[in-house]
């Protein structure tokens, strides 16, 4: 079975895969997130018995890129994105001494969609088949290019790939969890199906958002684009990175033109007559995506978050019949007690080079999954 592999973001993806796959593989998340990850990407294309299916990837290089793309840093440094446990960052100076500098682990390949999210792509899933051509065909490219090791971040455990990579030789490193939430009919059938601690809470929520006077509806960006931009910026900020002004704007406005109004939904929660939090959905074959989201810190603005990234998109989700909340990763046990369920996600990896698969026999025992994290809950 012969694998394309083609510079960039390929111009026939779509053809190509179809637009029977999760949104982050269809056309118009690809078009705005093409300039995303690596100024190299790639694409990797096949055909099994007329079924046809990619992946896309991206050559990093730079050891300035963060821990959601740069092995050494997700393995060895001190987190900014993820919070792992204090367990798991203890050896981690230790370690940095025994294995080689981070130059030393690059370039790598990464084999994945902007959003946090790798699968094979292909209309009604992807084979067996199909899908063990392409791994096989991002390793054969990755030692030709004198690669030195190969990730597949963010694969589901409930997906075709974790036993592909297996055989593979493919090693996992236990890393978050993934939030969807299945949608009732109503937001009333969803406060009634909630049980215990989780109704619980939800009241709770509830309760401090009326007390504290927030109100959240959904907007036209035109109108509160300023606060938008501003909220981005802060998150980017409180993650330990530097926020770009540009760059965000570029980010959300791409989104916004590719997939338009009919596709996007942006709520904004007001204190004050101040918007303090925003969410940014994107609508793809009756699911929901959260793609963008932000909440200024203060005891005033707790719960907040909830309201824009949860309450009010999930009522407006079901009266327009979605069948999914996909909540995406970070701060899931926050997300799980407001009613999602939760999927293992793990980092796949396979070394190319001796002193990267040194670096892996060391790091990989010592990694632990990430916390839940309920800070951003207020």
């Not at 018995?49 to 990837?57: I, V």
């Amino acid at each position: 079975m012969s694998v394309q592999v083609l510079n960039g973001v390929a111009a026939q993806w779509r053809e190509h895969v179809g637009d029977d796959v999760p949104m982050h593989a269809g056309e118009p998340w690809v078009k705005a997130t093409a300039h995303r990850l690596s100024s190299k990407r790639l694409t990797f294309l096949t055909t099994d018995d007329g079924h046809n299916g990619g992946l896309q990837a991206a050559v990093i290089e730079d050891p300035a890129a963060d821990e959601v793309i740069n092995l050494y840093r997700m393995l060895l440094t001190e987190p900014k994105v993820f919070k792992f446990p204090a367990a798991a960052l203890a050896p981690r100076p230790g370690l940095r001494a025994q294995v080689a500098p981070i130059e030393g682990w690059l370039p790598n390949l990464v084999v994945m969609y902007p959003g946090f999210d790798t699968f094979v792509a292909a209309s009604g899933g992807p084979g067996p088949a199909l899908a063990g051509s392409l791994v096989d065909a991002a390793v054969t490219w990755a030692a030709e290019h004198r690669i030195k090791a190969v990730s597949f971040p963010y694969v589901r455990s409930d997906s075709e790939l974790p036993g592909l990579l297996a055989e593979r030789g493919f090693r996992a490193i236990p890393l978050t969890y993934r939030a969807r939430m299945a949608l009732p009919v109503s937001f009333e059938e969803y406060l009634s199906s909630l049980t215990g601690k989780k109704r619980l809470q939800v009241r709770r929520d509830l309760k401090n958002l009326a007390e504290a006077g927030v109100r959240t509806e959904r907007c036209s960006v035109e109108d509160v684009w300023p606060d938008v931009l501003a909220l981005r910026c802060d998150l980017v900020e409180r993650y330990g990175q530097k926020a770009d002004e540009d760059v965000e704007t570029m980010n959300m406005r791409q989104l916004f033109a590719c997939f338009g109004e009919e596709q996007t939904r942006l709520y904004c929660s007001f204190l004050d007559g101040r918007v303090v939090g925003f969410s940014l959905y994107v609508l793809w074959r009756g699911t929901w995506y959260g793609a963008y989201t932000g909440t200024y810190g203060s005891l005033r603005t707790r719960s907040v978050y909830f309201d824009h990234f949860v309450y009010a998109p999930l009522a407006d989700a079901t009266a327009e019949g979605a069948r999914v909340l996909d909540l995406g990763i970070g701060a899931y046990e926050a997300k799980r007690l407001r009613g999602c369920a939760l999927t293992p996600v793990d980092t796949w990896v396979r070394a190319l080079d001796p002193a990267v698969e040194r670096g892996f026999d060391l790091a990989i025992p010592a990694m632990l999954r990430e916390e839940g994290w309920v800070k951003a809950a207020g």
